[in-house]
């Protein structure tokens, strides 16, 4: 599904993200949380308004799936398997929720990267973020 | 009616008044139709689309890319009366165009990641959130004659 050029620039986009999940995944959440409100419904545990520490800490774990899954993207299904369990008997996010991090995602990606955030990158992890969460919502019914 | 409350406002001001329309439009429109390629269907009457380079070097793209978010600017001009603003545009897009106002949504999206990737960190949740508002209202608004 994902061609060796999507491959590759989904893999040169992670080596720019790798050691720095922290900071990535916290302000992915500051964003979906402020664009987005709705969101935090999902995320009760961090309370009303999560402070940096637990945007960091939330964020390092989301960020660091999101690795697995680059490392994984020819068998998505079976990496993310457990994580498709919590999200479908746990969790149950709404899927109209997915295209929203998906954005807040590109937004993060585009402001850090900026001119170097070429099209095709942004199509490349347009899809394969778009491929993690059907699989992450594939068990739902 | 959506209200834009006096720091939104602002924020979209502020930022817009330092947006190249003709850059920004014409590589929103351009990323549109990369990273959705149906969205091409639209546009038959473009010329060259078959590749990246085509889309991202075709003149159309980008001057109809400029002229869409030119009305950006009218929009801002107008923010508390969008539906009244782009009335005649909404029927144009329906009964002419036959748009899908699905696309109204991703192509605001788009600008907002090319807003992005020029301004980098003065983008900050505060101004994604004013933006992504406006161009959710302006979507909508677009989609209001639909019938």
């Keep these: 599904m994902l061609s060796a050029q999507e491959r590759a620039h989904i893999a040169q986009v992670w080596d720019l993200i790798a050691g720095h999940e922290a900071s990535f995944g ?7 949380f402020t664009v987005y409100p709705s969101t935090k419904v999902y995320f009760r545990h961090l309370g009303d308004q999560p402070d940096e520490v ?66 095709e990158m942004q199509a490349a992890w347009d899809k394969f973020l778009t491929g993690v969460a059907v699989v992450l919502t594939e068990k739902y019914r | 009616m959506v209200h834009f409350t006096t720091e939104e406002k602002a924020a979209v001001a502020s930022l817009w008044a330092k947006v190249n329309v003709e850059v920004v439009g014409g590589e929103s429109l351009a990323r549109l139709l990369i990273v959705y390629p149906w969205t091409q269907r639209f546009f038959d ?48 897009h329906c009964d002419k165009l036959h748009v899908d106002p699905e696309n109204f949504r991703l192509l605001g999206n788009m600008i907002l990641i090319v807003l992005a990737t020029h301004f980098s960190k003065e983008f900050t949740p505060q101004m994604q959130a004013a933006w992504q508002k406006l161009t959710n209202a302006v979507a909508n608004a677009l989609a209001h004659k639909y019938h």
């Design chain 1, 54 to 119: 637990q945007l960091l800490s939330h964020g390092q774990r989301m960020l660091q799936a999101v690795g697995v899954a680059v490392q994984y993207m020819d068998n998505l299904h079976a990496v993310l398997s457990p994580l498709a369990d919590l999200h479908a008997q746990v969790l149950r996010v709404d899927p109209t929720n997915f295209p929203l991090v998906i954005q807040c995602f590109q937004v993060v990606l585009a402001a850090h990267l900026q001119g170097e955030y070429t099209v």
């Design chain 1, 26 to 32: 916290a302000e992915l959440l500051l964003r979906l």
């Design chain 2, 45 to 92: 009457s473009f010329g060259n689309l078959c590749s990246e380079s085509a889309i991202m070097g075709n003149p159309k793209v980008k001057a109809h890319g400029s002229k869409v978010l030119n009305s950006f600017g009218n929009a801002i001009k107008h923010m508390d009366d969008l539906k009244g603003t782009f009335a005649d545009l909404s029927e144009l």
